[in-house]
């Protein structure tokens, strides 16, 4: 019997930026089953300075929660003996601060956007992007001083297509050995060249004797054409090495594990992947979007292909910080059901990044971190969407299954809430199943994928994932109150009933979870649902979930009234529509 | 279950981490002692340089220059020495912009670099070097009261601690603000408006320690010459009752009073725990007091505060632990511990309280 074989219990430790959470699954009867969960503050910062303190909390609540031991001797018990113990331990993070990362390129629409979106697959921050646009008069000067004064982890260096542009790729090259030569030796950042194949040996000789410096292939080796692979995979090497194995405590886990450690967006990306290949439809995506405290991940898997976007220090209380100070509070004020001014609402985004683990007690607190959570996930959006291969502005694909998941959107208090964050934020098109990952799961049972595949996935087909509802949402403009969809809703008993949703509202109908139900959809002809074109209708299989069927007629894009008081107005209705 | 905590405690060990921004040199050892504004790390910041475009500034091609360039690599120059120069009609001079040497040429350009001043950090707090941190700094510990404040601009400074309310929630006013108070560190109550801030500059105060602080008022806190700290929160938040009063018992004695923290931005997990907050410490002779344990379990009588609105800054005393999850006005459902703030009861959830230790 091979070890992969024998694994029935794994314990999985989930560090994150503010909460640790672990899970245990675990072989009941034939299938895997989340059994109990435990979540603690994570202690990756002073004053435990030490990742696995918080490792070690969360497990004394787990031997509290479950009646048995699961850490002895200052170590978790692996292998399982009996009761004792798990089979397997895995550890997944996000808690370790992004790369630092300078970009540095020609021309910022070509080599540089691709170089952007292989940086995007990691955690990763761009500190600086280095080129010649914006009329500097001295840009080898800025640019050395750039990478001198920041001293990041790594300088991204790309431009020209094979073949292509030399000496303005030699140009930056220069500056960057220049900046580099300045700093202490443990200080100076790590070179990665994917740029014009032709200058590999000269950027290697100019730069090696200042900085460590590999080659992959180039980002961008036509114009057309766009090779992220070899470059996203020494990005996460160099994360997992300089980031995940140096966070203090974190040999410690690796010790208690034997398995590697693994970043939790990669993790999150895996069980996308896997939705996408369960659900077997190649002419619909899979769409996964987690959004923390500190990041937010979104994973789309469209023809088997995983798009990962990781969008570090943009999540739901860092980024919206900083979005507030930088742009004001008026994209967040926007999503407010209720007036309040920028001191109350610059209040709660400073309480909150300094007492992350916070949770609002009252109902104005409340809107300021949902419309936190809408901002940020909608900004994220639109640059995901440029991995993709779309504009910004271009409407979402249809995705089936959503999967939604992370602290600050599953925290919410209500469902409701839930889903309309999700909505406002992602605004889907068409008819999507929409999965909750309650108890934080995902990101775990990818990285259970990783030694027991089978576990992964039965442990998600025996309902790790809550459904919160099928959402269909139709895109066209109509009047306000105008028919949009006529739908007759024929549940497994044989009970049926007609509806119409109409432009503007959101509409909700029962279809518990666990039921079944066949729609029969006819959408007025100026509305697409997805089912090939404009007015085109037909039969679909839904499921329920919390919230049931549900039609956003709002429209898309999504407008909000220009209007203060009309429109906390409509966000009041539309929270109350769905029971929020 | 972890609880995080703040150190509000009349005698116990101080323990200041002194670290440097980049690597540098530890000028202390370990159980030196250490005066306040006695050195114990410095480092030197890269080296100040410019690329000088002498081929544009000449108006001659790279490759034609030589001829005309009146330093080599490895000279030294003054501010304004002549670097290059073409006589004739319409000649033209390029000059070094500061003193340095001439570390690098090609390409028509000069690259010129001069040595950076070295940075320097005190020990701030009058103690013993408790441990020495290669080549980043020192940690240095005394004993004495600490209050560690959540939000700090950035400065630091030692001097006289002066109360200039009568009350925790009373704000601070500008004409409280006079000349008596030159160099010392004010406590200011609740808040301070813009007008106390720049009677506060004019007045030449030494720091300021107030509840709560404006968030439309911190860029203006930011330029401040002078360190502010807030004991308890962002907005309309009152100084905490328990650190009111060891403030004011510990008016007349010196203080050091630090605004550095961690950049808001990023997660930073020091704001929860003894290091890196912003904090006042008032060192006293005693050589020995409570040690703070950062495992404090939350029990029947513990000291905590509450971090979220409606009883932000408010600090009491956990009277029950009841079994099960409270409903909140937001609808959510939590565990929570019932409080006594002076008299009014309140429950209030785990998450949204800490310890003060």
Not at chain 1, 66 to 73: L, M, Q, S, V
Not at chain 1, 260 to 274: C, D, I, M, S
Request: proline letters at 7%.
């Amino acid at each position: 019997m091979t070890e992969e074989q024998t694994i029935e219990s794994i314990l999985v430790a989930d560090c994150g930026a503010v909460n640790t959470n672990l899970l245990l699954l675990e072989r009941v009867a034939e299938s895997y089953r989340f059994v109990a969960q435990a979540e603690t503050l994570t202690t990756a910062g002073a004053p435990w300075n030490d990742v696995s303190v918080g490792v070690v909390h969360a497990i004394w609540d787990l031997e509290r929660i479950t009646g048995r031991k699961f850490h002895a001797n200052g170590k978790v018990i692996v292998p399982r003996e009996g009761l004792t113990g798990v089979d397997a331990f895995v550890v997944i993070l996000s808690a370790p601060e992004p790369l630092h990362v300078v970009l540095a390129g020609l021309v910022p629409e070509m080599s540089l956007e691709s170089a952007s979106h292989a940086v995007a697959s990691i955690y990763a921050s761009v500190e600086a992007v280095l080129c010649r646009e914006g009329g500097l008069r001295s840009p080898e000067e800025t640019w050395a001083r750039t990478v001198r004064d920041l001293a990041p982890d790594v300088v991204l260096l790309v431009g020209g297509v094979d073949g292509g542009a030399s000496r303005p790729v030699m140009e930056l090259a220069d500056a960057i050995a220049l900046g580099a030569s300045m700093l202490e030796s443990d200080r100076r950042p790590r070179l990665i060249y994917a740029g014009n194949a032709k200058l590999r040996s000269q950027v290697t000789k100019l730069l090696g004797e200042i900085v460590t410096v590999d080659v992959v292939d180039n980002v961008r080796p036509t114009v057309d054409t766009e090779h992220l692979g070899p470059t996203q995979a020494l990005l996460e090497q160099l994360y997992i090495e300089q980031r995940l194995y140096k966070l203090p405590g974190v040999d410690t886990l690796s010790v208690w594990s034997r398995l590697p450690l693994l970043p939790t967006a990669t993790a999150f990306g895996r069980v996308v992947e896997y939705l996408w290949h369960r659900e077997g439809r190649q002419e619909r995506g899979v769409l996964g979007v987690d959004v923390g405290a500190a990041s937010i991940t979104i994973a789309a898997c469209q023809h088997g292909e995983l798009a990962l976007s990781v969008h570090s220090q943009k999540g739901s209380v860092y980024g919206a910080l900083a979005l507030a100070e930088d742009e004001g509070v008026a994209a967040l004020q926007q999503w407010l059901p209720e007036e309040m001014n920028a001191a109350q609402i610059l209040a709660v985004l400073y309480n909150r990044a300094l007492k992350p683990w916070t949770i609002p007690q009252q109902l104005p607190e409340l809107w300021v971190e949902q419309a936190a959570v809408r901002e940020m996930l909608r900004r994220a959006m639109r640059e995901a969407r440029t991995i993709w291969g779309g504009s910004q502005e271009d409407a979402l694909p249809g995705f089936d299954p959503i999967l939604v998941s992370g602290g600050s959107l599953v925290h919410m208090p209500r469902p409701g809430q839930i889903l309309l964050a999700l909505l406002d934020g992602l605004e889907p098109t068409g008819i999507s199943t929409v999965l909750l990952d309650t108890n934080r799961a995902a990101p775990a049972l990818g990285a259970i994928a990783g030694i027991k595949p089978l576990a992964a996935a039965s442990a998600l087909d025996a309902g790790t994932l809550v459904p919160l509802g099928t959402v269909i949402s139709p895109v066209g403009k109509a009047h306000p109150g105008e028919g949009i969809l006529q739908m007759r809703i024929i549940y497994e008993d044989g009970s049926t009933l007609a509806v119409e949703a109409h432009y503007g509202e959101l509409e909700l109908w029962p279809l518990l979870p666990g039921q079944r139900a066949t729609l029969e959809l006819r959408p007025n002809r100026r509305f697409d649902i997805g089912l090939g074109a404009p007015g085109h209708g037909g039969k679909v299989q839904v499921m329920g979930g919390l919230l049931g069927l549900v039609v956003d007629g709002r429209g898309r894009p999504l407008v909000l009234p220009e209007n203060p008081e009309q429109r906390r107005h409509r966000l009041q209705r539309w929270l109350w529509d769905v029971g929020g | 279950m972890i609880l995080p905590f703040s150190i509000v405690n009349p005698l116990t060990r101080i323990e200041v981490v002194r670290q440097l921004p980049q690597p540098g040199k530890v000028l202390v050892r370990e159980r030196d002692n250490v005066e306040t504004f006695q050195l114990v790390a410095e480092y030197t910041p890269p080296p100040q340089f410019a690329i000088i475009n002498v081929s544009r500034e000449l108006a001659v091609p790279p490759k034609k220059l030589s001829p005309y360039l009146e330093v080599a690599v490895g000279d030294a120059v003054a501010e304004g020495a002549v670097l290059a120069s073409r006589g004739g009609l319409g000649g033209r001079a390029c000059r070094a912009p500061f003193a340095g040497t001439v570390t690098g040429s090609g390409r028509g350009r000069l690259l010129l670099e001069a040595p950076s001043r070295p940075v320097q950090l005190n020990a701030l707090v009058p103690g013993i070097v408790a441990r020495v941190l290669p080549g980043e700094g020192a940690v240095i510990q005394a004993w004495g009261a600490l209050i560690q404040g959540v939000w700090g601009n950035g400065k630091e400074v030692f001097g006289v601690l002066r109360v200039a309310v009568r009350g925790a929630h009373q704000s601070l006013r500008a004409k409280k603000l006079d000349a008596s108070l030159q160099g010392a560190v004010v406590v200011g109550g609740s808040s301070c408006d813009e007008e106390a801030l720049e009677q506060a500059a004019e007045m030449q105060i030494g720091g300021m320690i107030v509840g709560g602080v404006s968030p439309q008022l911190m860029p203006r806190l930011m330029e401040m010459p002078f360190p502010v700290v807030a004991t308890d929160g962002v907005g309309k938040v009152s100084m905490s009752e328990a650190i009111f009063k060891l403030l004011r018992s510990l008016e007349g004695r010196e203080a050091a009073l630090s605004g550095r923290m961690p950049d808001l931005h990023r997660p930073a997990w020091s704001r929860l725990g003894d290091v890196e907050r912003p904090y006042v410490a008032v060192p006293m002779p005693a050589q020995n007091g409570t040690v703070v344990d950062r495992n404090t379990p939350l029990t029947l009588g513990s000291r905590v505060r509450a971090l979220r609105a409606p009883y932000m800054g408010m600090s009491g005393v956990v009277v029950d632990i009841p079994p099960g999850f409270v409903l909140l006005e937001t609808g959510a459902r939590r565990p929570c511990v019932k409080v006594d703030f002076e008299g009014e009861t309140v429950l209030i959830p785990y998450a949204n309280l800490e310890l003060l230790l």
